[in-house]
């Protein structure tokens, strides 16, 4: 196939104008046009009164050979790369010997599939429920407060990606073509085919839930298991006497007492699984400390960046509703930026452990809600914030998460505060335009005590800097709801860069946003696939 780029069209194309398009760009008769399709699609709006989509297609031509040579130099056409997946190794009919795979966001679960598709039958451990029941705990938290440490936002089957946005969208460097792997696994279970060639693709909540069922469906008809409820409290580690600080995984024990042996288990568990990395601590295994962010959420009309970004409030449909990516280099020597932004959508509790407040953001695949939605954090670094050891990041994070509990006044109300008052250093009293989102409520006051004072007056210098490129971003009526921690691990379990096995405790695979090697739900499929590949060689070395 060839790869034909840069062709635009308006917005509004009728039918068949790509086709014809693609027609006169190659200069060929109709019928020498076999078929096509679209590999990437996104906006150039430079222009607002002349707004353009710009495709990537891949095209089937008669007379290919002939046609390259005519167009030969033209950058805009040329051999289309193959980017099918290759499977790395295939599991030997023999094969008896099956992988653990722990954790069942995004990482597990494209590991877990992977490793099915090869053979391998892997068996998942997840401590939550299955998808359809731990969205009725995760309602019930928000609907009136009534939190399961082991159900919710965080934990359960589909990862604390579920309750989000449901970007697929990364800057990963991907050479070997995952991220159409993982779209493509997306779209046969259900996924929308458009997340294969929009440029800034999303499946939102409820859509994803089906996605994810359906996995697990197929890695079950695959010779896989998926165990629910199923928490590992302790790992089983064989060290030589030659050299105590390493050793060998050789297998789990979950929270009901029952031990499993295996001796390749992939560690996908999320970011807030903190009993987890306590537990791998004081088993040895090799733990660092990592950067994060922490800040607030932000709530701004969706109708005010519609305008913004588009000129109107409520732009054409085929655009939908418009979003903001931004940093700001602070003169105390932070950056703050937002993060996870989702359009026409809802601030959503996110909390795991009792007493504890945490915020986070998520959209349906319509982003029809009132609302547009962004962290603004703040980066930190342990040499810095928290140097006093490998899980300090964790102790940091619960004491600002308690801290928020205590100013929302409990029952997992959320502290928040408006935009204006924050500003001008005076607690909010009453709402003003903007309706804030959070469930079970929103508790106005000061939140100048709800992080640290760095990061607060780092936040109070961005937000007028980030009016500058988004207008009316420092809307007094605007709200600001803490606390938001989890923008990804406090820790790093380090592995091995060619075998992806922990440094010191062989068969052990971390991966994901746990282990500190990806943030959203693509990275975390990726890394997943990556890790399922390393297994896959290893049970067959």
């Known amino acids: 196939m060839l790869r034909l780029n840069e062709l635009r069209l308006p917005l509004e194309h009728p039918e068949g104008a790509l086709r014809r398009a693609i027609i006169n760009r190659l200069g060929i008769p109709s019928d020498d046009l076999v078929r096509f399709e679209i590999f990437r699609r996104s906006i150039d709006a430079r222009k607002r009164e002349a707004m353009l989509f710009v495709y990537t297609i891949n095209v089937e031509v008669r007379n290919q050979s002939a046609l390259l040579a005519r167009v ?5 056409i040329s051999q289309a790369p193959d980017t099918s997946y290759k499977f790395v190794a295939k599991a030997s009919p023999t094969q008896s010997n099956r992988p653990l795979v722990i954790g069942m966001g995004p990482s597990g679960l494209f590991a877990a599939l992977i490793l ?3 053979g391998f039958r892997p068996i998942i451990l997840e401590r939550g429920k299955a998808v359809r029941e731990r969205t009725k705990d995760t309602f019930r938290m928000w609907e009136d407060g009534t939190l399961d ?4 936002t965080q934990f359960g089957e589909g990862g604390a990606g ?3 946005d449901g970007k697929l969208y990364s800057q990963i460097k991907d050479p070997k073509h995952y991220r159409l792997k993982v779209l493509d696994e997306f779209v046969k279970a259900g996924a929308p085919e458009e997340i294969l060639y929009v440029n800034r693709p999303h499946i939102g909540t409820f859509r994803l839930v089906g996605v994810v069922e359906k996995m697990r469906a197929k890695i079950i008809e695959l010779g896989g298991e998926v165990r629910f409820q199923s928490r590992v409290d302790d790992i089983k580690i064989e060290r030589s006497d030659a050299d105590p600080t390493r050793g060998r995984i050789t297998g789990v024990t979950l929270a009901s007492g029952e031990h499993i042996v295996a001796n390749h288990v992939i560690l996908a568990v999320g970011h807030s699984a903190r009993d987890t990395f306590e537990m791998l601590d004081s088993r040895g295994v090799h733990i660092e400390a990592k950067p994060f962010s922490i800040g607030f959420r932000i709530e701004h009309p969706q109708s005010l960046i519609n305008e913004c970004r588009f000129g109107e409030k409520t732009p054409n449909p085929l655009l939908g509703a418009a979003d903001y990516q931004l940093v700001h280099h602070t003169t105390n020597g932070r950056s703050v930026y937002t993060f996870c ?3 026409g959508g809802t601030v959503v509790a996110a909390a795991s452990e009792p007493g504890r407040v945490v915020t986070n953001g998520m959209s349906q695949y319509s982003r029809n809600e009132r609302n547009a939605n962004a962290g603004i954090v703040v980066g930190i670094t342990p040499e810095v914030d928290y140097p006093e050891g490998r899980l300090a990041g964790i102790a940091f994070q619960r004491f600002w998460e308690s801290r928020a509990f205590e100013l929302g006044g409990g029952g997992y109300k959320a502290p928040g505060q408006l935009v204006g008052d924050f500003l001008a250093g005076r607690p909010s009293t009453t709402l003003g335009t903007v309706q804030p989102s959070y469930t079970p409520s929103v508790h106005l006051c000061d939140l100048s005590t709800s992080l640290p004072e760095y990061a607060v007056a780092a936040i109070r210098e961005a937000i007028p800097a980030f ?5 009316g971003f420092d809307l007094a009526d ?3 709801t803490a606390v938001e921690t989890r923008t990804s691990s406090p820790i790093r379990i380090t592995r091995g860069e060619f075998d992806l096995q922990s440094l010191n405790t062989r068969g052990l695979f971390p991966t994901g946003e746990g282990a500190g090697y990806a943030g959203g739900i693509l990275s975390a ?4 696939i990556k890790i399922a590949e390393a297994v896959s060689i290893s049970m067959n070395a």
């Open 162 to 164: 579920t309750f989000s």
């Open 341 to 343: 932004m989702c359009p």
């Open 478 to 480: 605007a709200v600001l």
């Open 116 to 118: 099915a598709q090869s």
């Open 149 to 152: 440490p082991e159900s919710n």
């Open 525 to 528: 499929a990726i890394d997943g």
């Open 467 to 471: 009016a500058r490129q988004v207008k």
């Open 72 to 76: 030969k130099g033209d950058r805009r």
